[in-house]
């Protein structure tokens, strides 16, 4: 049973330019959320996906976006990138929305550098 | 402003001691998340503790929650080596909306 993948595990983009990040979450989950963490911090949350739909926001600014496609995978976009994007980009994938006690799994991670 | 802290930060302890990690975060809350990272790996799920007074415990680790004190602690017994890592606790504020903590950084020492 696969667990959560990202892809991709490592790359570096240029301040200004976007970047696509993916997830797909472990069998049979169907919500994915996505949080940033940056060198030395805890996750934050940007936002969940379930349904095709973004259900919550974090803190974060409209250049993160997102999608979740009918097989509940999902995508992060980040758009005009800063020397501040600069993180490890998690997805977690968990059953349902609202349901408590359900385990809440991480995959390895994107690292995204800026320069 | 929700704030979830985790205290100490950094913590070095030495093989065989016992030492506590605290985590206390300012919203009602009763599910609440201890994840173990380490260095350049992601968020390891420990312990999910779903209602006050829940304990878990799992090997040398254990976990405990007031939600009356919104306060849940993960004490380490005879600490190993091979507990060195970031802990990070984390409440789930909504449907899976989780804040997490600072993180503790712990390093067991011979």
């Known amino acids: 049973d696969a667990g959560v993948t990202q892809s991709p595990t490592h790359l570096i983009k240029t301040r200004g330019q976007q970047v696509t990040l993916r997830c797909s979450p472990k069998?049979?989950?169907?919500?994915v959320s996505w949080y940033q963490q940056a060198l030395g911090q805890g996750p934050q949350f940007i936002f969940q996906?379930?349904?095709?739909?973004?259900?919550q926001r974090g803190n974060f600014p409209d250049r993160f976006s997102g999608h979740q496609f009918p097989n509940y995978s999902s995508e992060l976009n980040v758009n005009a990138l800063l020397l501040g994007d600069s993180a490890l980009y998690l997805c977690?994938?968990?059953?349902?929305?609202?349901?408590?006690?359900?385990?809440?799994?991480f995959g390895e991670g994107s690292w995204l550098t800026v320069v | 402003e929700l704030k979830v802290e985790q205290n100490p930060l950094f913590l070095s302890m030495q093989e065989g001691k016992n030492y506590t990690i605290y985590c206390n975060y300012s919203?009602?809350?009763?599910?609440l998340y201890w994840y173990r990272q380490d260095p350049g790996k992601s968020l390891e799920s420990l312990f999910v503790?779903?209602?006050?007074?829940a304990v878990k415990q799992e090997g040398r680790l254990m976990a405990s929650l007031d939600t009356k004190a919104r306060l849940s602690t993960l004490h380490i017994t005879a600490a190993v080596h091979d507990l060195s890592a970031t802990y990070f606790c984390?409440?789930?504020?909504?449907?899976?909306?989780?804040?997490f903590g600072a993180g503790t950084r712990l390093t067991v020492k011979p």
């Open positions: 996906y379930y349904e095709e739909e973004e259900r």
């Open positions: 069998s049979g989950h169907d919500t």
């Open positions: 919203t009602t809350s009763d599910r």
């Open positions: 503790l779903l209602s006050n007074g």
């Open positions: 984390a409440v789930d504020i909504r449907n899976n909306d989780m804040r």
């Open positions: 977690a994938s968990s059953f349902r929305t609202g349901i408590s006690g359900n385990t809440i799994y």
